[in-house]
């Protein structure tokens, strides 16, 4: 028998009314389906519009879902993601479901590195409360300040950044921020914008190691890759979006 997939996609639609446009409707997305195993990296391609940013946010929960249903298989049990409540959602996205965007959007004036560890210690699980929390606490934290340096140091970010807040940081500096929050902690599921995209050779490099290292951890990942290289050498499958057919007014 088949495991579950960690993610099953059935029949998936997402339109957006713009209202600024006289409620005019755009359908971008039509009863899209997949599934994504654990270890499996799925590869979303299609033409430039066609949607794959919106899947990858509807995932997300940045947007909502239309119609059809998203299953996550979380360590709470399934949850459809197309019903899922704000609360479920937030929750989802501090302990598994992970997400690199092409763009960083932080919390201004925190460091580098102070934005990793964040998202490190978010992502495990609360402490039982107890006497010696504080010692604790402590110690998650100076390991999740080892782990983050150690990966933004594979990164190539030079060390001098990491006590600076990226805001003023070239792209590709920022991308790697933005990789560096998005792989420190273990996800269930792993969705992927386009991670490559300003980076050069040696860290695009980088970046298909740590998908590999996550495939074989057993995350589910859902990513768009441009770079036809790096597509090549993570997917483990495409799935094409097609456009929806329009009916004129
Ligand atoms: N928030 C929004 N409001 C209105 N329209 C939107 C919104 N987000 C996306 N769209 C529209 O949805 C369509 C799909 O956009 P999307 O960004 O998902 O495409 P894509 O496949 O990721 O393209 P690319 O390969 O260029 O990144 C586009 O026509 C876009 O204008
Ligand atoms: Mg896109």
Redesign the pocket.
């Known amino acids: 028998m088949r495991p579950t997939p960690v993610l099953s996609v059935q029949g998936l639609a997402k339109r ?1 009314t ?1 209202h600024l446009r006289g409620g005019q409707v ?1 359908p ?1 997305l039509q009863d899209v389906s997949l599934q994504v195993g654990a270890g499996e990296c799925v590869a979303l391609v ?1 033409a ?7 899947l990858i946010k509807c995932l997300h929960g940045s947007y909502g879902i239309d119609a059809g249903q998203a299953w996550l298989q979380s360590e709470a049990g399934a949850v459809d993601l197309a019903q899922a409540t704000p609360q479920q959602v937030l929750a989802l996205r501090r302990r598994e479901i992970a997400c690199v965007s092409q763009f960083l959007r932080v919390l201004p004036r925190v460091s580098t590195l102070g934005l990793v560890v964040e998202r490190a210690l978010q992502a495990q699980p609360a402490p039982a409360a107890s006497a010696d929390d504080g010692d604790d606490l402590a110690q998650r934290t100076a390991r999740a300040r080892l782990a983050a340096g150690a990966l933004l140091q594979r990164l190539n970010l030079p060390e001098p950044l990491w006590g600076l807040p990226p805001a003023t940081f070239s792209g590709g500096e920022q991308q790697r921020v933005n990789i560096a929050r998005g792989f420190i902690a273990p996800a269930r599921l792993l969705l992927l914008d386009e991670p490559t995209a300003s980076l050069d050779a040696a860290n695009r490099r980088v970046v298909i190691g740590l998908i590999d290292e996550a495939k074989a951890a057993g995350t589910a990942i859902v990513g ?1 890759f441009h770079d036809e290289e790096v597509r090549d050498a993570v997917a483990t499958r495409c799935v094409n979006l097609v456009a929806p057919i329009v009916e004129p007014a």
């Open positions: 957006f713009l755009l971008v299609g430039s519009g066609q949607g794959k940013s919106t768009i």
